[in-house]
Structure formats: structure tokens, C-alpha cells
């Protein structure tokens, strides 16, 4: 008989509330299965490279809270009982509390601690969280892979924004679908969902950073979890057909567990995602959910006791780790140790007890705090912050903390780079294509004898470009932003520079410079320089020898690099420019590295390799400031970028080498 026939339809109600109460029954393994997606990405976040795709952590919290928001929705509507007001009152509950607790302790870290431009940006995102929109914000300002994502206190709150959007959404298309058939509703969500996976894996190779933080391309990871409250909320048999129920179960339990370690522990940054490799994950928790219980090992497992206690408390933990990471980078002027990271990481989960036991629970006590008083709450909250956010905003990151001599050097965060870069014209930007080069760019042939030099890589390369220019009146300069100069250069993250850098190598076939300088950011990992892995380089120099074989190949290494910049540590440091002090690098020896590689490609292929860390570093620590006449300047006016007069005194302590090269 069919189930939804209009006859039946009193002992059909009494059967699906059986279901349901079934269905809503405490499952201690879900909770488990929170810890297991909460620990890899705070390992993650902390650096440690065992768990390099411990950001899948996220993936599992989509798919859970895809299956358990859902299950609560269609069984209320079920029972005729939902209310839109009450669903987002129960999110207020669970989600804001917490939340603010941790902005409001972050915010007078950040006020003592960040510097006006991180100050500016911490600003922005507290009123990009209140509003539900962090992952909009952290789009447009940042990649979640790149190194000033490490320094974002509130960078984790993108998923929480994903959600909440999702959760918008939803109910809505719940409500608006409810009158027609089941299967209709199923259908047309499926659909939805396909559609947003396959934009995903379209969008993991074109515009990545889009792709990982947008609701479009994330929302078929929450419609998983969904999609499995229908199935256990409506199916009409079980899928057991082959085997034993038990050994059906213990299988696929087992499979999707180890799905999920797959993804944690093989998953890097340079994975495409969340395309079809974010299935691997997804689907691993899916079949969770599905298939164990507490009659099943990787079920009991995932009950077990101090699993159990920290999924409790998984929420709180996600929310803490991250501001806490973020600061302990700010405050420390090495890198901080192994030991440090994981004591920090550790620090999450007491204080998560914390705040779960003292805010979280009580919130959610609807004897305690009324609807009303959620609400309230919730109101007030959200524009407090956002008046806050806005105030930060609008004064440049409170920057009136500061001594005028310390906002001098902090003002260099904002460093005119348009001429010094020629920015626009020989240095383009991401958004520009190989065609935007000016003419200025080139010199193709030599004027009374000088020398014929081309310029060719990413930032570095353009930041240098100042000083190079100022010797060599005829430099032809090819640069673009986080291009570097290699071929078969990984297309995922920077699609950009594939038509860029074939377009030099054109240039180079028909210039056929004297001398060609090859600079850039090379510790980069996208570069893969690194022991055992020169291929990209190798190749290049092949490739330019066969279509230039008297041009001089030189390799200029890595500039030193500071985090989270320069002029910022100086001032935390209380170091003035004109001291010509030097300060730790942190990334020194990820330099040192990559430029042994470079220095052993160069030896053995007869080119020229030039140190920079051997010109302006002291063991571990590198000059810090510049003088050009009566003035000072930061040798980098970031983390790593060359001022006019840094640009300037490096060209002069490598022409000798240039020229002796030639």
C-alpha cells in the first residue's frame, strides 16, 4: 500500500512519529564524530604538517549539521509544529553566545597587540561576523592558503557564515515545497545540490579562493547531511541487501572513517577544493551517520567517552583555537616551537569547557533565558560589534595608539608602490593578462654599448625593479603578481600566470637579453623549490638556452622575510629606523632552503646565483633599515617587499656580481 495515500493517512502519521522520535534519539556517536572533525583542524591551524588536510575538519562539521538541522526541521513539520521564529531562535542559542564570548576576549588582544592595517582588518571582520558575511569578506580581502590568513583572528568564522546563509535559505525552500510530494521536494534539492557540486569543481581550478568560501560552492557538503535526514525520515526498506546487516555496517562504517583519516592526513593546500576531492570526506561522514551505531566497532568507538566530551564541546573548541593561534604569532618574535603550538592548541579545549558549561548550556536553557531575552541579546550584541567594527574601520584601526615616531613606520603598510613597481604597466596585477604590458616595459636593444638586461618574475621581482632601473636605463621589466618565473607553473592557485609567463618566454626568444635576472618569492611552496624537486627549474633553463644560448642566466635567491611585517615588529620591538638593527627572520631558514636548491641548480647548469641572505643577514637575523642620504626607511615596507631605498642598495651590492657574470 502506498504510505502517502489519503485512506491511511491517520496510521501513516502515527508511523513516521514512531520514526521520528527514533530518529531524534540521542547519538552519542555524532558527537564523536564532532571530535574527530574539531581536532584535525586545530592541528591544522597550529602547522603541524602530519595533518595537512585538517581543514576537511570543516567538511564534517557541513555534513553534520546538514543531517541534524535537517532531521529537527522535517520532523517538526511533520508534526504541523514548525515556526521560522522559533528555528532561528534555536540558532541564536547555539551559535551566538560563544561567538561573542570569544570576540569580545579578542578584542583588547587586538587593541594592544595589532597594528593599524590588522587592526583595520579585525575591525572589518567583527562586522562581517555579526552580519553572518565573514566568508564574503574573507574572499575579497584574502586566501585562505595565504600566510597573512595565519594572522586573521577571526578567519574560522567563515564557515559559521556559510551555515548561517545555508540556514536562510532552507527553511524557506522547506516551507515553500512542503504542499507537494515528498520525492518532488527530494528531487528538486538533489538537483540544487548537483548543480553547486559541479560549479565547485569548475570553480576549485578557475577561482579557487571564491570556490572555497562561497555558499554556492559549498552548499552541496550541508545538502549531504540533508539528503540523509530525508532518507531516514521517509525510506521504505533498508538498503541491506547483500550482506548481513551487521557486517554491511561494520564495512561501510569502517570505510567511511577511514575516507576521512584519507582526507586529514593525504589532503594539502595544493588539493583542488572542495571540488570532487571534498567527496572523499563528505561522503566518509555520510556513510557515519548512515551505518554505525552503537552495535557497530567504529560507533562504539566514536561513543566512546573522552570522544564524546570533546565533540560536547567541539563548537567552543573551533571557536577559540584560532584567536589564540593567531595572537601567540603576533606576540612571539621567533617561530614559536612544536611544544608551544600544541600547548596552545591544548588551551582551546579548557577553555571550551568554559564556555560551554557557563555560557553555552545556559543559553540554550530556555527556564533560564526567555525567547525575548535571546532576542534582545542577539540585537544588542550584533550592533555593539559592528559599532565597534565600524569605528575601526573608519579610523584606520584606532591608529591614534600610536607615537607619531611609531606611526611613521606603521604608515608604511600603505607604501607607494604604483612607480616604484610601475605597477599596471611592467608589473601586473592578478586581474591583468599579458597583453596589458606598455611599451615602456621594453628595451630590445642596446644604446652606446650598455648592456642588454631583462627582469623576469613575481612582486620580489617587482620590487627590486627601482633599484635595477636606476643602473640599467635599459631594463626590460616583466613582472606580475605571484607569478613566478618557472615553467608549468601550478595553474590552481594562480591561473594568471601560465599566459605570463609563456609570454616572457616569447620575449625572450625574440630580445635575446645579455643578461637575465630571475627573482622571486622561490620558499613559496606553490614553487616547490625544494630538495628533490627542481624539475620547474630545470626545465626553464633548458628552455631558455635553446632560444637564447648567449643569454647569461642569474638567479637572484630569496629576500629576507619578517611576519607578520617589518616596520610592525620594529615598533612591537621598540626599535627605531635609524638604529640599522637586525631582526629575527622568521623565515630565514625556509629561505636558506629553497636557496640551496637554487644555488645547486645553478652550479651544476654554469649560471649565476646571488645570495641575499649572505648579503644582509647575520646568522638568523637580517638588516632591518636602510638609510638613503639624511633619511631612514624598513628594508621592507611588509613582510618581505623592497622599499625604494632597499631596492636601491641591494642593485648596487649585486651589480659587481652582475657585471662580472657578463
Known sequence: TDIYTPCCARRINAYKLAIIRKRMKYRPEID????????PVILFHAGFSTFSGGFVGVDVFFVISGYLITTIILSEMEQDRFSIVGFY???????????????????????????????????????????????????LTSGYWEAASELKPLLHTWSLAVEEQYYVLFPLFLMLMWNYRKRWILGAFVLIAGVSLVTAQWGAYHHPSATFYLLPTRGWELAIGAGIAFYFLYRKQAIHTLLSYKLVDEALGLL??????????????????????????????????????????????????????????????????????????????????????????????????????????????RNEISKKKIFLFSVIGSVGFIVIGLAGHMTNGFDDRYLDNQRVLLDFSSYDRKEAYREGRCFLDPDQKYSDFKNECFYPSTENGEVSVMLWGDSHAGALSYGLRKIFRNLTQLTASGCTPLIGYDPTKRPHCIDINNYVLSKIEQFKPELLVLHANWSDPLNKIEIGSKEGLLLTITYIRSVSPKTKIIIIGGVPQWKPS???????????????????????????????VLSIVASENKLTFISLLDLFCKDEECLSSVKLGSTYEPFAWDYAHLTKSSSSLVSERILPILMQAK
Open 32 to 39: 564523536g564524530l564532532r571530535a574527530i572533525a574539531v581536532i
Open 89 to 139: 531562535e534555536r540558532r541564536a542559542r547555539r551559535i551566538l553566545p560563544a561567538l561573542f564570548l570569544v570576540m569580545l576576549v579578542s578584542l583588547p588582544f587586538a587593541w594592544f597587540w595589532l597594528p593599524p592595517s590588522d587592526m583595520k582588518s579585525f575591525s572589518q571582520s567583527l562586522v562581517a561576523v555579526s552580519s553572518f558575511s565573514s566568508n564574503i569578506l574573507f574572499w
Open 256 to 365: 567511511g572513517f577511514l575516507m576521512i583519516c584519507y582526507g586529514v592526513f593525504v589532503f594539502d593546500e595544493n588539493t583542488p577544493f572542495p571540488g570532487f576531492y571534498a567527496l572523499v570526506p563528505t561522503i566518509g561522514t555520510g556513510m557515519i551517520i548512515l551505518f554505525s551505531s552503537s552495535q557497530t566497532i567504529i560507533g562504539r568507538l566514536l561513543s566512546s567517552k573522552p570522544l564524546v566530551a570533546i565533540g560536547l564541546i567541539s563548537y567552543s573548541a573551533y571557536l577559540w583555537h584560532q584567536p589564540l593561534l593567531v595572537f601567540a604569532r603576533y606576540r612571539s618574535i621567533t617561530d614559536p616551537s612544536e611544544f608551544t603550538y600544541a600547548t596552545i592548541a591544548f588551551l582551546a579545549f579548557p577553555l571550551a569547557y568554559l564556555s560551554w558549561k557557563y555560557v553555552e548550556k545556559p543559553f540554550r536553557n
Open 566 to 596: 617589518l616596520p610592525e615588529l620594529l615598533v612591537k620591538n621598540n626599535i627605531e629606523l635609524k638604529k640599522m638593527a637586525y631582526v629575527y627572520s622568521k623565515a630565514y631558514k625556509k629561505i636558506r632552503l629553497s636557496d640551496s
